[in-house]
């Protein structure tokens, strides 16, 4: 019988290491918690060679990170990316904010239990090698729940749902969390099942010292210890002389380091053999032992028949076609564990779902793979926040807040709509309806307006001498095609009016003016970078092509070509992260207003106040070198680098300014915060040129 621990739960591993040395043989097994985890691996017939190599493989990262990997992210859910948005999405229901119900919705758990669990499907857990059960508790009663039959891996993942953390698992209709809130140590549930001697391995559940309670996250931890050691008092008190209780002494091991569980094996075997005396009078002779355990390696392979329908349950906004179109799983073909795990990791990466799992159901010699895809009960509306700062130290500093609407399946084809508010540095109004023509990736038309305010610096040297204000709004339409996850091609056009004025200062030349515009564009967008804040492998690209025409009511005919990439490799904890960039218009006799690159700041010519060199055309090009110092728990790390870089501004609004190539360095740090990437750097031009920047956002 194993009781709960979280990470110190790995130390049942090292409990039955030593009674497998001994010959013990087990009759049933019984587990909450982490001990269901454990013991229904065990009990399904894994060898204790195969769980030391999973509990090796896992990470705290693995188990609660559900983000799917970025290259296969929908193209959309990455464009959101070069936004400085942050966390997660907050859902508007019936007035109110909502959210999820734990920090992770547990796929990621759920993925790793199924490699844990060697039988699946729905199951009598008498039928299997080891008689088990699992406890769970429900939420709704406050009751403990105890599991004999169902889907192994489900069950698992129910008995280990701690509230906040992970989000209840619902199993018949029943909203269920940790098994260790009502029944942590499940002597009583051993005994039901027939166990004459029960061998109790408790791993303790140390309360949180005062200086650990002084967070919401402290408190709420110490007051699931409390519940948990209560009714473990009860458990200890039933246990009976025959029986043999074991409490590896695991000290300060944390219940939440998950990346370091295979330390704790070692504290399980020394328990055990403490106690070797009493274990060993348990045993029996080395063929009965060799017979009982063939038994238990006696589980059915994988089952490699195939389905002959593929069901889509439990969604009422998104269109059952849609899921099936982006699953790679197909009718006639065997269900293949990794395909399938990167089936529903892709389904949930939509951001539609709140959970998915599957489930194969039997009738008549038909087999049904039956998806269960569940909605996410705080959409379709979501609201998203931002923000932005940059400061030099030199009084020089600007700020941009956002806010992000978006309103998901409007309609069976997923048309969504989406609205972003910015006001700060730049103040932008941005609203565009997305339509899919096609189910699935494919065709679409999306229709925007937008308003926008930017300010344009005019330096010499680090003095600004003036500020530029330019004022837009556009209305445009768009048609294009998502090509697959990492492409996306747009035609469209747009058509408005923008108004430049000065704001501050004066500059000769500089006046205010008044434009038409009337273009259009073609935009091909690519990304399989694996991250954005700090990427360590991969490419993006961005092509763009605009053409302004009188005949399409605008005041100038011009046409811009502007070409930016990046490709990222990395060497162990070291990464090399190469870009450039290059604008160039043509067709036009001055620089106007529409045509004006603000450039300079933190990796776009270091060294440059931010903003401070603008002109008609750019060419840049930059390496950075990263190297991680800190591995973090599940943010990317602290980082330490420098970057080298050489531009050229052509045609600079601010006569006797930089110009010719112009090249730079910076030095920094940077952290992956919760609210983005945080870096502090030094940057120095090769003319003096030199600035200090607290920078939080995307460079």
């Not at 006696?298 to 009422?316: F, L, N």
């Not at 926008?452 to 530029?468: C, K, N, V, Y």
């Not at 090009?621 to 330490?640: C, D, F, H, P, S």
């Not at 930089?658 to 920094?668: E, T, V, Y």
Request: net charge neutral; proline share 4%.
């Amino acid at each position: 019988m194993l009781s709960g621990g979280g990470a110190r739960g790995a130390a049942h591993v090292g409990v039955l290491k030593v009674l497998e040395e001994l010959r013990v043989p087990i009759d049933c097994i019984a587990g909450t918690s982490m001990g269901a985890l454990v013991g229904a691996s065990y009990a399904s017939g894994s060898t204790i060679a195969e769980m030391e190599g999973m509990v090796g493989s896992l990470t705290t990262e693995t188990l609660f990170n559900d983000d799917l990997p970025r290259q296969d992210r929908d193209i959309r859910r990455k464009q959101d990316d070069y936004t400085n948005l942050f966390g997660a999405e907050f859902g508007l229901r019936g007035g109110e904010l909502r959210m999820a119900k734990g920090l992770v919705s547990g796929i990621q758990i759920e993925t790793v239990l199924r490699r844990l669990a060697r039988v699946h499907g729905v199951a009598r857990f008498d039928d299997l090698p080891i008689p088990f059960r699992a406890v769970a508790t429900d939420l709704t009663t406050g009751l403990p729940v105890v599991f004999g039959d169902g889907e192994l891996a489900a069950v698992m993942r129910a008995s280990m749902s701690v509230p906040g953390a992970v989000a209840p698992a619902e199993i018949d209709g029943k909203l269920l969390v940790d098994g260790g809130l009502t029944d942590n140590l499940p002597v009583g549930v051993a005994r039901a099942m027939g166990a004459e001697i029960v061998i109790a391995v408790n791993l303790g559940t140390p309360l949180l010292k005062r200086d650990a309670l002084g967070s919401l996250f402290g408190v709420t931890e110490q007051m699931i210890n409390i519940l948990t050691e209560q009714n473990v008092r009860g458990s200890l008190a039933s246990l009976k002389p025959t029986d043999i209780l074991i409490q590896p002494e695991l000290g300060d091991h944390s219940a939440g380091d998950f990346s370091g569980m295979m330390s704790t094996i070692p504290f399980g075997v020394e328990a055990a053999r403490r106690v070797g005396a009493r274990l060993s009078a348990l045993a029996v002779d080395a063929d009965a032992y060799a017979a009982w355990r063939e038994r238990r390696r006696s589980t059915e392979a994988q089952d490699r028949r195939p389905v002959d329908a593929i069901r889509v349950e439990g969604v009422e906004r998104v269109n059952p076609a849609y899921v099936e179109q982006l699953i790679d799983t197909r009718p006639g073909a065997p269900v293949e564990a990794r395909v399938i795990d990167r089936d529903l990791q892709r389904l949930y990466g939509t951001g539609d779902f709140e959970h998915v799992n599957y489930r194969i159901l039997e009738d008549n010699g038909r087999r049904t793979l039956a998806l269960r895809a569940l909605e996410k009960s705080w959409g379709p509306d979501y609201l998203r926040l931002g923000l932005g700062l940059n400061s030099d130290f030199r009084g020089n500093s600007y700020y941009n807040l956002l806010a992000r609407h978006r309103r998901t399946w409007i309609n069976s084809l997923g048309g969504e709509w989406r609205t972003e508010l910015q006001f700060g540095r730049v103040d932008r109004l941005f609203t565009e309806f997305y339509q899919p023509l096609t189910i699935g990736r494919g065709l679409f038309v999306a229709p925007s307006i937008t308003l926008e305010q930017r300010p344009i610096d005019l330096f010499s040297g680090s003095t600004r001498l003036a500020r530029f204000l330019a004022r837009y709004w556009l209305a445009g339409i768009d048609v294009g095609s998502e090509l697959n996850r990492s492409t996306e091609l747009r035609v469209g056009y747009r058509g408005g009016r923008l108004r430049g004025e000065l704001e501050t200062g004066a500059l000769a030349g500089l006046d205010d003016s008044r434009e038409r515009i009337g273009l259009v564009q073609a935009r091909l967008f690519f990304d399989q970078l694996d991250s954005i804040s700090f990427p360590r492998a991969g490419q993006a690209a961005l092509v763009e092509l605009t053409g302004s025409r009188r005949s399409l009511g605008g005041d100038k005919t011009s046409t811009r070509g502007d070409l930016s990439a990046t490709l990222v490799r990395s060497f162990g904890d070291h990464t090399l992260n190469g870009a450039f960039r290059v604008s160039r218009p043509t067709g036009s006799s001055r620089v106007a207003t529409s045509d004006v690159i603000s450039w300079g700041g933190f990796l776009q010519q270091s060294g440059y106040p931010t903003g401070s060199l603008a002109g008609e055309s750019l060419a840049f090009g930059r390496i950075v070198y990263y190297n991680k110092l800190v591995k973090q728990t599940l943010l990317e790390g602290l980082y330490a680098g420098f970057s080298l870089e050489a531009g050229r501004i052509d045609k600079p609004l601010v006569p006797g300014g930089p110009d010719g190539l112009l090249k730079s360095a910076a030095l920094f740090f940077g952290l992956d915060s919760p609210i983005g990437p945080l870096y502090i750097a030094y940057g120095r031009a090769a003319d003096g040129s030199h600035s200090y920047y607290l920078f939080l956002g995307k460079p």
